[in-house]
């Protein structure tokens, strides 16, 4: 029986010395083949021994990509017993996702959370006592797949896959209740309707497709909140940051309410970076939600600025953001340098063993310094984030990819003039398509908006 | 008190379309079979549409027939109209549809029953089911006290079980037609732990031909040529005169006099506790449900050759008698009908057929089978499908057989017991073509060269038969190949011929499947420029024809119904406490427990088991490998390693 080829990226999604795509299955040496070229472009991999190294360059076309060192293994002598290429490129993150993204516009599809693991068990590689651990990937993959893949889709993606998803369906509903009672439902003339809508839809998929290269389906990212007492400056820091007014700032305290966020490009590392109300014990309701939310991001963060305001001197809210700093990975800003110091650095490492750096939000200063030790925790493995992103991003796009080629084919056999039944067999499966982008599946869908919205005789 | 004790191998209750075929295929297949009816005159009775067949329903009836059930011979026998639906769109959704005489069916039908070796009619009410301790069947027992020892029972009840049928505020305790409701089962089901539903269906009103005037009326005329239902009955035979079919409309004043007396209808009312089917709504459904239609089209249709009784199709009501006569006399054409019998609502008792397994066998009660209506289907069609697994399952447990289990990728019949069995059923189940995602394989036309193998392998289809299925598989592979390799050159001929039907003309030389694959040729258009073509049957051309056309889409299909196979090869251990599995989450334990899945395809099926959950007893079953190889080998075989090897 012949199994799909898979692909993913086996080391971190961080830049770093190396990166490695690794690929699984029956046409990974096909697939390798087109996309490789040696030196002198007259190597194929695929009839090369197993087991060897290949040194040369990875090719989406006629665009280079990377500089790579390809190991070929042939089956059955493999983690998973299946034929496995792997491609070691440098390591950044640009670069492992273009090649990821090659491999699987050749025919690898992205692999599912834990899926080499299962394959290799599958396939009778590994022994027992491994198999609970293997239960534990499949779960704890599979339930951040899923939490990503429907809290990261921006709210405006998820609302248009939606609605594109609807639109197919009822369309969908409308030829299969014709099928069903012909008598009733005639499709005369239902092409032109059909192909107008498929295009509609194309459109909106391509332009969706489009924005998922500026990286506008997924986060990804840093993600880094931004905790302090009201007035500290936080917003004050976003804007520096971001370089533009985006949150609102005034004396009052207590002014942002809302959790904002902004991307940012730090020397290549993106942070998602969230300015949350500032904490404090308060009354005002509204405000109260603010901080409730606040705490909830910072649990969920990778990284945390805290900024206290210099001028002032800490109290009870202070404490409790350092209780929630303890385990994390964060750095202190002693913001308002510019003004008197009332609370020191040193005042400040009696309870935090944290780094601290004084700034002026207000007069630019102290920035750079922050900037040096956010890119330095990273490029030390301090400051990590969930991989999982990025490669879900990819398989949203695939999803989104095979979507788009099954309307395609729906116009095809329109072209064609080939009888309607046949119409919707690739909707459905641009349906499904856009069903795994968004975490729904089929189940009774169809069977219901065909009940719901056309009438069947008898 | 003496009574009558009597010994037999199968008892089949109820002799209504699932019951006739269980009976047959059981006493087909050897076994001693009883079957009873709450009357003789009622066997095979069309107590609602006068047809056979229709969209996916007719697949069913090729599928019956390919088999060895009777469905398809009965209906060639006694049909007065035919219809090959969908004649427009592609060959998976062309369907046959035939009228019937109803009357002749019943009587066609009566006489095999009645002809058939070891299998013994009987009129008279079971009242309880007999187990024993380890939850066998035993047995029957009438309402009379005589006892029915046996070691299989299929039950086929119908819309009998304490039915009652309501007409406005009219409610009368009987079963369709006014027949005897059977009122004894449930209690003795519900006794050996049986769910049971609560469903509901409806007729429309018969009306008397005399007073009907069709001039207001479309003529509905069957097909020129008929093609039969029966792969074994001969085409020439089918050729008769056929009956006149007749189309009208509602209009606002119908729709009016409908909204104006809803609060009389039990529907509407709230007298009616049974769930009704939402694909076979009832006029007064349809007036509300979709308000802004101006009219609905209503079919009259022939009871039969010898009764001028005429069924209003489209026009199922409970309503009351004086409202359903003003509101029928609406329609055009229908100004002074005579209604013969009211319309009317029926509800029912049924089970919740998660309780059985794919074999139509109950999973807690041994020896225990059903089928029809009372596993929560409609249909004649869906219910005799059913009936004749039940009854060919009863049998093969009876004589030590592996159960015949059919799966989604092979039949419609597949589709419709996993569908029931599997996913969670609030209505009247009825077939439909957008059910079967395969198809584009499981085409009316070709339910022979699924199936026909199946049913000889059984044991309900002849030698000589399975012969023919061989030779027509043979000579349909060999025309596609010929097909594939000849080449047609540009010559004069050849492009006058393109140029007749506007195709493009050949620039080169062109093999006969690449231009059988353009969308305005077809194979047949092609035999003036394909000297070298045998003359071949008109079934093996229709193969060849379709096989060659949607070649692409039809490869597609095949992929993934290997993938589909890959999954249901994996079976998995019965009474099986899912919570013993590690991280599966406990919404899918609860589900997976209460269904005891057969297999991981259809575990994956379950509403509420996630890929997650499936991928987690997909690495139990292997681990099962290791920690209990002696179930793991029963379960699998040795199966594993040539799918799982490369």
Known sequence: MKSDTIAAVATAMSPSGIGIIRLSGDESLEIIDK???SKMNKKKISECDSHTIHYGYIYDGEEMIDEVMVLLMKAPNTYTKEDTIEIDCHGGVFVMKRILETVIKYGAR????????????????????????????????????????????????LTDVKKIRGNILHEIAFIETALDDPEHISLDGYNENLLSVVNHERKEMKRLLDSSDNGRILKEGINTVILGKPNAGKSSLLNVLVGEERAIVTDI????????????????ISLNIMDTAGIRNTEDVVEKIGVTKAKEYANKADFIIYVIDSSTALDESDFEIMEILKDKKAVVLLNKSDLEVVTSKEEVEKHLDKTIIPISAKENTGITELEEKIKEMFFHGEVTFNDEVYITNIRQKNSLQDALDSLNLVVQSIEDDMPEDFYSIDLMSAYESLGKMIGESVEDDLVNEIFSKFCMGK | MPAIVENYDVVVVGAGHAGCEAALASARLGMETIIFTVSVDSIALMPCNPNIGGSSKGHIVREIDALGGE??????????????????KGPAVHSLRAQADKMAYTTEMRKVLENTDHLTIRQAEISDIITDEANHITGVK??????????????????????????????TYSGPNGLQAATHLTNSLVEHGVEMYRFKTGTPARIDKRSIDFSKMEEQFGDERVIPFSFT????DVQIEQVSCWLTYTNPTTHEIIRANLHRSPMYSGVIEGTGPRYCPSIEDKVVKFAEKERHQIFIEPEGLHTNEMYVGGMSSSLPEDVQHAMYRTLPGLENAKIVRNAYAIEYDCINPNQLYASLEFKNIHGLFSAGQFNGSSGYEEAAGQGLVAGINAAMKIQGRE????????SYIGVLIDDLV??????????????AEYRLLLRQDNADMRLTKKGYEIGLISQERYDWVCEKERLIEEEIVRCENVKIGASKEVQALLERYGSIPLNTASTIAELIRRPELDYEKLAPIDPERKPLAYDVIEQVNILIKYDGYIKRQIKQVEQFKRLEKKKLPQNFDYSEINGLRIEAVQKLNKYQPMNIGQASRISGVSPADTSVILVYLEQLKYSNPDLFYQLNGHLEEESDGK
């Open chain 2, 142 to 171: 009438t309402v009379s006290g005589a006892t029915y020892h046996c070691k299989a029972v299929i039950i086929c009840s119908g819309t009998y079980l304490n039915a009652r049928c309501l007409t406005g505020e009219m409610i």
């Open chain 1, 253 to 268: 305290a207590g002014t942002t309410r809302d959790v904002l966020e902004e991307q940012i490009n730090l020397h290549g």
């Open chain 1, 110 to 157: 992205p692999a599912e959370p834990g899926e080499f693991t299962k394959r290799a068990f599958l396939n009778g590689r590994i022994d027992l006592t491994q198999a609970e651990s293997v239960i534990d990937v499949i779960n704890s993959k599979n339930s951040f797949a899923l939490k990503s893949s429907l809290s990261q889709l921006k709210g405006s993606v």
């Open chain 2, 71 to 88: 469905m398809g011979k009965n209906i060639d026998k006694t049909f007065i109209q035919s219809k090959m639906l969908n004649k427009s």
């Open chain 1, 35 to 37: 996309i490789y070229r």
């Open chain 2, 403 to 410: 159960p015949l289990v059919l799966d989604r990728s092979e």
């Open chain 2, 233 to 236: 009955t001969d085409p020439e």
């Open chain 2, 422 to 435: 599997t996913k969670e059923t609030f209505e009247p189940y009825r077939m439909m073509t957008s059910r």
